[in-house]
């Protein structure tokens, strides 16, 4: 029997398909994802918000909504950003030998460069923006704070100024930080490598100190 084309079943019509409204942190999340690719890409001052809201698909004011322009949102990326980086550092610092933790220093700062490579190309730039959560130099510094006690540590143990380890860990903490940013466009010679370099730089320095260094220049001040 044939069958009545006008009896058909308005379920049988083509549907559209529904576009899937983002809840306010779905939204936020996309916006910050959006944002470090770019800023990564073209700096704060190349990226724009017109450019955010056009990736995100949503309106210039979207973005106004959620962090109240591109300063905003910029701060956030950087401040997570710093976050993670600090973290995967102290929670790295586990061994009980100084060498050993030099090697693991090194490593999660290696290991965050080669993960997170939109990240630290975003914290090695200077902030634009005084209001901004951080830069990089305060990140160091944080950083470096985490191994003063270890350094300390050490000094008393072999007869050195436990005041000055704070000097020292910003060194060693600067020295393998540059390291990383040059090595973040290289990448050559392999992770294992450079770590296994600036720890043989920095241990037999660490090895060899004076208890008392001189200098040995015309130049005494």
Known sequence: M????SS?????KPRRARRTRMTGAERRQQLLEIGRTLFAAKGFEGTSVEEIAAK???SKP???????????LYAVVVDREMRRLLEMV???LTAGHPRELCEQAAFALLDYIEEYTDGFRILVRDSPIPQSTGSFASLISDIATQVEDILGREFKSRGFDPKLAPLYAQALVGMVA??????LDVRRPKKAEVAAHL???????LDGLEPKPRLIGHRKA
């Open 8 to 12: 058909t079943s308005s379920n049988d």
């Open 199 to 205: 720890v043989n730089l920095a241990w037999h320095g």
């Open 2 to 5: 044939a069958t009545d084309s």
């Open 62 to 72: 979207v973005v106004y909504e959620h962090f109240g322009g591109k300063e905003g």
């Open 56 to 58: 995100a698909g949503v």
């Open 90 to 92: 102290t929670s790295s």
């Open 178 to 183: 540059l390291t990383g940013q040059w090595w």
